[in-house]
Structure formats: C-alpha cells, structure tokens
C-alpha cells in the first residue's frame, strides 16, 4: 500500500519548505521529497553565502513574466517585511546595501535552519536523496470537472499518495546544487504548457570579433547604463575572457534576446558631448584619447575607439567626427554571441506558464490538487533577492490552500 500523506512537496528548496512549513501549521500531514543528499542547496550559496534574502522594495515591475500582474498578489499577501519579522523574531542578524538589497550579517546556513525549525514545529517530515520517478493521478482522479482522488509518487523510497502536490523543484540554473527538468516535465506530462526555460541573470558571451576587442581587459569593471528596448539598467559592467559580466549585464540578460542588439552607454553620468565641446574651444592641441581616460579606464578608452580618432586632437574633431565618437561611446551597439549558460546563471528564466496557475492559490487550472511555486514558475526576478522573495511568497500563499 502506498504511505499516504496530505501533501507532497517535490522541492526542498526555499518555496518547498516555507510551503510544507505554513501547510504543516495548519495541521496537515506534509512530507517533502528532494533528490539532493541535503536540503537547502542552493539556498547555502546565494549572496556568497551571505543570502541576499529580499529587497527592501519589491514590486511585479521587478519581474519578468508572461503574465506581467502574475506575482502581484503573492508579493502584496506575504512581503518582504513580513519575512524580516521572521528572522527578527529568532534574532538573526541583517543589513541593508546599495539598492536596497538586505543582506543576513552571518550566513545563509542561518535561514536553511529557520525554515527547517519552522517544518519540524510544524510537523513536517523531509526526506533528502528521495527521487521521484514517476507521477500518477490516482484511479479516481482526472480533470478539474472530476473529484480528484489524488496523486501516487513512485520514489526511489516506495510509493506515495498524496491529495495535494506540491512542485518546489525550481529551474535549471547552479547544476551543481541538483537543479532538474521535473517540473517541466511533469507539466509536460499533464499536458500543461511551458513557457521555453532559458538562463537567466547570467553573464554574455560576445562574437570573436568583440571578444578579440574586449577580451584583454578581462578585469576591469566600470559603472555604464545597458539597454535593450525600453530596459535600462545602470551598474558596474565587469569584462571577462569571454564576453560581460557585472550587474548591469546579469540584469539585462532576463530582457535580451538571441541575435538581438544592446546598447551600452559607458558614461552614463558625464555630459560627453560638452566636455569634447569644451576642450575643442579651450585646449585644442589635447587628444581624444586622453579626455576618455580621465573618464574611463585607459585600455577601455583605447578600445573603444579606432587609433585615427583616438590620436585626434580636440581642435580637430568636426561636429560629424564628434557625433560618431558620442555614439561609440555613449550609444555603443553590441550583439552579444549569446550566454554562459546554466551553469553559472543566477535563475531560470520562462517555466510553467502562469496562464495555467491561479495567483491566488498556486493550484493548476487543469488538475485539481497539483500546484507549482518559486523558480519552476514563469516568474524571474531582478537581481538582489526579488527571486529569493518570490520563494518566500509564493511558497506561503500555497502553504494555505495546499
């Protein structure tokens, strides 16, 4: 006979366990399965260990979806503030850094143990190194017309039954913490539609002719403003061996498309076009270059300009020649060659389409009793713990109705 609980929760994971944590408090029998050898594995490395939990401001401008309104309703259900009166209740130290990410002073370890005290309180039994192999609606289950009868999991550690699953299995994204495909496979099982999964927040690579461009100042990070159609993001771009990384780039790497054109405006903050105006009336023997590497690293001066214009004199530079330097440098176009890919992107960008999903509850709309939360979903945040927010909000409204 298979070991019967209330709800199943596929995902130990940031969503998984606030979810198993607040169904637990309401008295139903939880169990969460998770394949990794421990709980809470990518949770552990994010913000370098330091857990960069929420945002001081979080919004659904901050995400991308299909269903742009999608995570309105979780995010205004369970808030950022709502999470801090969490960790301040159990003491656990946090501060606040630029942008308005909050930060634990000590280690992600912190919240891996808040949320696995919160389960055990609660009654919540997890079992780790736990795959599940397959999924099937019991007998009497079918659509959402038919009373469902539940679901049976054939795990490598026997057969479950359950009346609510819970599918907390994120994306792709960090291979190395366990990521997998089952939630989009098993949508695709149930024949529920799945926005195309791609890496998200993650570094560009560049074409061997930018690379052979950018590729020797690997290293030097500079603050600029990259934009692809109507996003704009302004901090620091770091340049690798590869391509571009840094902030600004992990940001607008959720917007960008393959084959697609960025424009990078690498001084962002300086009138360019009155300081070239200016040195061209006042000191007109000074060399292009040279006003660029008071504003800009000296290689990253020199590589964005072709050596004719770079050794130009001021006094020499026509209102023509100074519009292409200002689009060289302030409206510079670059079609990055494409990604690093999963393994070193942040999120998972697309998953289960959110048209399938109530905002309200998490439930699918074709089979009652299967829900799906946190990173699986087709819901991507920005950079600095609008994803992480996400998990805490979404993984506590379904805790409520699973």
Known sequence: MPEKWDVVVVGAGASGLMCAAVAGAR????????HAAKPCQ????????????????????????GVPRFCKSALSRFKPSDFIKMLDEQGIAWCEREHGQLFLKGSAREIADLLLDKCRLAGVTIRSACRVNQVTLAAAASTREQATAGFELATSAGVLACDSLVVASGGLSVPETGASAFGFDLAAQFGINVVAPVPGLVPLTLAPEDREKFGPLSGIAVAVQVSFEKHAFRENLLFTHRGLSGPVVLQISNYWRPGAKLEINFCPDT???????????????????????????????????????????CGQLSNRVLEQLLQMVQRYPLVPAGTEGYRVAEVTRGGIDCHEVSSK??????????YFIGEVLDVTGWLGG?????????????????
Not at 43 to 64: A, M
Not at 386 to 402: D, E, I, K, T
Request: hydrophobic share 40%; net charge positive.
């Open 27 to 34: 008295g139903r029998r939880v169990l969460v399965v998770d």
């Open 386 to 402: 609008y994803n992480l927010q996400w998990a805490w909000s979404s993984g506590h409204c379904a805790g409520q109705f699973v």
């Open 271 to 313: 009138d360019l076009s009155a300081r070239f105006i200016d040195t061209r009336q006042n000191r007109p023997l000074v060399r292009v270059k040279t006003v660029l590497s008071d504003l800009l690293p000296k290689r990253l001066a020199e590589a964005l300009l072709p050596p004719t214009l770079a050794e130009l004199q």
């Open 361 to 370: 509850t998490f439930e699918c709309s074709k089979i009652k009793g299967l």
């Open 42 to 65: 990518k949770l552990l490395i994010t913000g370098g260990g330091r857990c960069n939990f929420t945002n001081r401001t979080v919004d659904f401008n901050n995400f991308v979806s």
